[in-house]
């Protein structure tokens, strides 16, 4: 059963395919008359030269003949012509506006999906855990049972993408120093690397300045049932980051406080 917005889009392509149906009829018919024009045209002409011959040698009726001639109507005017063309071009730009908010609005829906999903699977995980609680048995399995992504992952270097902001779980750590050469970034996720796995991290800071590097993972932090507001996750440290995304760090680390050793072990 098709929607009413279904059936009111095809009754305007049939109205659409009806009116471009027409206007190729149209212009067909005018071309054939304009070409009829031209040969009445042509053999007006040939009669006035020899009428005009005629008048020449003394002929008086010839120029009763002379105004005989018929003179054919011109074709449609060129203003005619360009209103009608103007006026379908104005409606071409407004369908192609509203097109385009339609396309927009596709896009905001098709992010706002996009972050239900994660933000389903992170309350099923958070569920998962809070049931865990209540049932002895199945902490100990939620504990102990692998990943099923880390049977997926061998040695291979592992690709993480990480968004930071002032309020997310994710967050640089370091020493007690503040030293960001001596630490590197906590991720916050329930689906943890094995020490000492090698990973890429990619991650964008506020205003969109992405960087990438080179880190291990050093230590991860499962769920605690005793302390459900700290997420798990695993902090990797920075094997090989240059100058300037050090500095870039620092200058986010002024506006957010990093994590500290004490905080996460």
Not at 17 to 34: K, N
Not at 129 to 134: D, I, N
Not at 201 to 210: H, K, Q, S
Not at 230 to 246: H, I
């Amino acid at each position: 059963m098709s929607s009413p917005y279904e059936d009111l889009l095809c009754q305007l392509k049939a109205e659409e395919d009806e009116a471009s149906r027409r206007e190729l009829t149209m212009l067909q018919r005018e071309q054939a008359l304009e070409a009829e024009i031209l040969g009445i045209e042509g053999r007006c002409r040939v009669l006035q030269k020899r009428l005009a011959r005629l008048l020449s040698e003394g002929d008086s009726e010839a120029g009763q003949v002379l105004k005989a001639l018929p003179r054919v109507a011109p074709p449609p005017g060129v203003a005619e012509r360009h209103r009608g063309f103007q006026a379908r071009q104005v409606a071409l730009e407004e369908r192609a506006r509203g097109l385009q908010a339609r396309d927009g609005a596709l896009d905001f829906l098709q992010r706002s999906l996009s972050d239900a999903y994660q933000r389903l699977d992170e309350c099923s995980r958070w569920t998962s855990h809070l049931e865990a609680r209540q049932d002895p048995r199945r902490t100990a399995a939620f504990f102990s049972a692998p990943s099923p992504t880390h049977q997926r992952r061998g040695a291979d270097r592992q690709r993480l993408d990480v968004r930071i902001s002032l309020t997310s779980q994710d967050n640089f750590f370091s020493g007690f120093a503040q030293d960001i050469s001596g630490g590197g970034l906590f991720i916050a996720s329930f689906d943890l690397l094995p020490i000492g796995h090698p990973v890429e991290v990619a991650f964008t800071l506020p205003g969109g300045l992405a960087m990438r590097a080179d880190a291990i993972v050093r230590w991860v932090r499962t769920v605690d049932p005793s302390q459900p507001q700290r997420w798990p996750g695993m902090g990797v440290e920075f094997l090989n980051l240059d100058k300037a995304s050090q500095e870039a760090i620092h200058a986010f680390m002024d506006l957010r406080a990093p994590l500290f050793f004490d905080e996460i072990s």
